[in-house]
């Protein structure tokens, strides 16, 4: 597809069809939220500006019943939900794990993360708590922080956003009522160990391919700057990947007019597909 035209107007149509946006393709209920994730691999929760990514929010029709999920669907252990792109709830199907896993988590043991430099002395303090006394909600972790304050607060949720975008903590469940709360355990006691040693098994190199091609196709049409945006991998690294994807035929470039610019898409390129009031 190397230099072909692309209008917008058929990207927009493709990710409707694809993200679940148009009225005929909306999910509903948790069902419908865990086969949109199963078909994708990984999905937001809720949109984030710039990030041309699917989101459980604007594919859903129910009102505000989507809001539980990201305590439901981990409480049942049917996906993996934690922030992971760009600090936002991501929920991961349970195949693509491994990528996710090994393109960022740090191969040491906490402990030795810690003893180097790499972990701050309140992520320990929680790694040790839900080691010794987990899964916590989070009140019950603010609480080893000492009295309540602002301060508390914000090293504490700060320092669990961290601890999920590197893998070491995750989402267990939680509380629902009102606002909700999570429940959080320890990656290695939470996730299958079969899906610990696959991650284990993949090179940092390859799960980024993984995962980079995989952007792609979702969101049918993106730039070498949105994937390092979105996932905050390197520079370099991103050129790399995107060289060889390029390379192997897995990926390929088209002109989009109303950009007046070259993006990458899937390969093959995905069929537009009509709506049931188009038919």
Not at 150 to 174: H, M, P
Not at 184 to 213: C, G
Not at 232 to 249: C, F, T
Request: overall charge positive.
């Amino acid at each position: 597809m190397t230099g072909q035209r692309i209008p917008l107007k058929q990207i927009t149509q493709i990710r409707s069809h694809l993200w679940r946006t148009h009225l005929s393709r909306q999910i509903a209920g948790e069902r419908g939220a865990l086969r949109l994730i199963s078909e994708l691999g990984f999905v937001l929760l809720m949109p984030i500006a710039g990030a041309e990514l699917p989101s459980i929010h604007t594919a859903t029709r129910d009102p505000w019943s989507w809001w539980d999920w990201k305590q439901t669907l981990p409480e049942r252990k049917v996906c993996y939900y934690a922030k992971v792109l760009r600090r936002r709830g991501t929920f991961i199907a349970w195949e693509w794990f491994p990528a996710f896993c090994a393109a960022y988590a740090d191969p040491r043991p906490y402990s030795r993360q810690y003893r180097e430099g790499s972990l701050s002395r309140e992520e320990n303090h929680i790694l040790e708590l839900l080691a010794e006394r987990g899964p916590l909600m989070t009140t019950e972790i603010r609480l080893a922080f000492g009295p309540r304050s602002k301060e508390n607060t914000r090293r504490v949720k700060g320092s669990l956003v961290d601890l999920q975008r590197r893998f070491l903590i995750t989402a267990a469940g939680g509380d629902t009522d009102g606002w909700s709360h999570h429940r959080w355990d320890l990656v290695e006691r939470y996730v299958p160990a079969r899906l610990r040693a696959a991650a284990s098994r993949l090179s940092p190199e390859d799960a980024r391919s993984h995962i980079a091609k995989r952007f792609v196709a979702n969101a049918v049409a993106t730039t070498e700057a949105d994937i390092q945006w979105l996932f905050g991998w390197e520079r370099l690294q991103v050129k790399d990947l995107v060289r060889d994807l390029l390379a192997s035929g897995e990926i390929a470039t088209a002109f989009v007019p109303e950009y007046d610019a070259e993006v990458l898409v899937p390969q093959p390129w995905p069929r537009r597909r009509r709506t049931r009031r188009q038919r």
